[in-house]
């Protein structure tokens, strides 16, 4: 891969793994409500408030690339619902936000960071309200994009053009690294970027619309296509 300034990754299922981060986070949201606002818990189950939250972002437009203020509005509904005023909200958001930034990364991760960092720029790119800069690796990151910041999701080229736009690297000198074959391989491909596909658990490829540049298993094999082993 010649000519390579940055090296972005997605976060999500890429740098840790995902489910584990949301639910620890869930039960943390949950217990804030239960010990605070009872009412809501006492009617509704985890299961039950997260498939609320699925049915407001199918009817609300404008939120479907900024899960920060879909949780957000989320708790308004609720307030509503069982008479609570709003002035908690945002403590109760911010107990699921501080979790939800509690991740454990894979053991690839913090190595090949420490390699990346004396070559290139490092940057984040999420559909995701992860932060990568309340994380214990944040410091290895220049850069951080996210699909609120953008104003759409990925795939759309528009969040990579953001990326482009802050760092001031053009496409052609981005390498993007995500597990997500729809979102990632065919969102950098549609930017004109070049990308590689973390296959961490051997699935097959089944994106009909582009094929990865480069397949990996570990995030270690990214070193040797960029040269550096």
């Not at 300034?5 to 299922?13: G, H, Q, R, S, T």
């Not at 509904?77 to 002035?87: K, R």
């Not at 699935?203 to 990214?222: A, C, G, R, Y």
């Amino acid at each position: 891969m010649n000519k390579i300034k940055l090296v972005c990754f997605d976060l999500d299922d890429t740098l840790w793994p995902c489910m584990p981060t949301i639910h620890h986070a869930e039960n943390v949201y949950y217990q804030w409500l239960k010990t605070n606002r009872p009412r809501i818990t006492d009617a509704y189950t985890p299961d039950e408030i997260r498939i609320k939250r699925r049915d407001l972002r199918e009817r609300t437009a404008g939120l479907e690339h900024d899960i920060s203020q879909l949780r957000i509005q989320s708790l308004h509904e609720l307030a509503d619902e069982f008479g609570y005023s709003t002035e908690w909200i945002e403590e109760a958001f911010e107990a699921f936000y501080h979790a939800r930034q509690q991740v454990s990364f894979y053991e690839d991760v913090a190595p090949v960071l420490e390699k990346l960092r004396a070559h290139y720029q490092i940057a984040a790119v999420t559909n995701g309200n992860a932060d990568i800069y309340m994380t214990e690796l944040g410091d290895y990151f220049n850069y951080a994009v996210s699909a609120a910041d953008a104003g759409i999701c990925k795939p759309d080229p528009a969040v990579f053009e953001l990326l482009q736009k802050i760092s001031g690297i053009t496409a052609d000198a981005i390498v993007h690294v995500g597990d997500h074959q729809i979102d990632d391989i065919e969102g950098a491909s549609r930017a004109g970027i070049r990308n590689v596909w973390i296959n961490r658990h051997a699935e097959s490829w089944s994106n009909k619309q582009v094929m990865p540049d480069h397949t990996v298993q570990s995030l270690f094999e990214i070193l040797s296509h960029l040269g550096l082993e």
